[in-house]
């Protein structure tokens, strides 16, 4: 781990990511990275209930880890943000990159009215693309950290990438400053990827919920004692 080569390398300053911030006994050669999912899936959210073509909206992701849950309740009250009257379901597979166990859990939930989908997973994005194309239907889909057109030109919708650059140009300033140790909120900044299959009204909406979120003018609660599904 990143906290083990730190503490038997004193001459080099390290670099991790965590979900939790600063660690107890952290080194004092070490920086975390904590990574936050919350804000970019609260807009993701938004984008998911926008464009929902039925009544449901949906959140796939694998592990059920507390920066994750996070990330799907921020998402489920950006659903009902954008439509208070929409239904939702969500499924953790336990694996972020088995695409079978994704392409599974998709395939149930599209039977079951999904509409259309925040994914976050890795590896596994491919089996929800295949349970997609298997469906038959016109389902768009959301994800995270890359642009995936080129993966689903047929359905996928956009996504979010935090802004690594910003952070990290941020982080190594500090290290050649002299701080050597210290925690990078990298929830924000973040940036939204192109947006395809929305409507130029609906790109504007989804453009002032980034604009409100990222701004401070929407606050965004990062609630992980649980999945909370608002009714």
Not at 26 to 42: A, H, I, R, T
Not at 70 to 89: C, D, E, H, T, V
Request: charged content about 20%; overall charge negative; some cysteine.
């Amino acid at each position: 781990s990143a906290e083990q080569i730190a503490k038997t390398n004193s001459d080099v300053t390290v670099i991790g990511q965590d979900a939790t911030g600063a660690l107890p006994d952290q080194p004092k050669n070490m920086w975390v990275m904590q990574v936050k999912y919350f804000p970019g899936e609260y807009v993701l959210g938004y984008a998911a209930g926008l464009v929902a073509k039925g009544p449901k909206a949906c959140y796939i992701s694998g592990l059920k880890l507390p920066n994750i849950v996070g990330a799907a309740n921020a998402s489920f009250a950006g659903m009902k943000a954008a439509n208070s009257s929409i239904s939702i379901a969500y499924t953790f597979t336990g694996d972020f990159d088995d695409a079978t166990k994704a392409r599974q859990a998709a395939a149930a939930m599209i039977n079951d009215g999904c509409s259309s989908f925040i994914v976050h997973l890795n590896g596994a994005v491919t089996g929800v693309v295949q349970a997609i194309k298997d469906s038959g239907k016109s389902i768009p889909w959301f994800g995270l950290n890359t642009d995936k057109h080129d993966m689903d030109n047929a359905n996928y919708a956009g996504g979010y990438a935090f802004d690594f650059d910003k952070a990290y140009t941020s982080v190594i300033g500090k290290i050649t400053e002299g701080t050597r140790t210290g925690a990078y909120d990298l929830a924000e900044p973040f940036k939204m990827l192109p947006l395809y299959h929305v409507t130029d009204e609906q790109k504007a909406k989804i453009a002032k919920v980034f604009d409100d979120v990222t701004s401070g003018a929407t606050k965004v609660s990062d609630v992980e004692d649980g999945v909370h599904v608002p009714s």
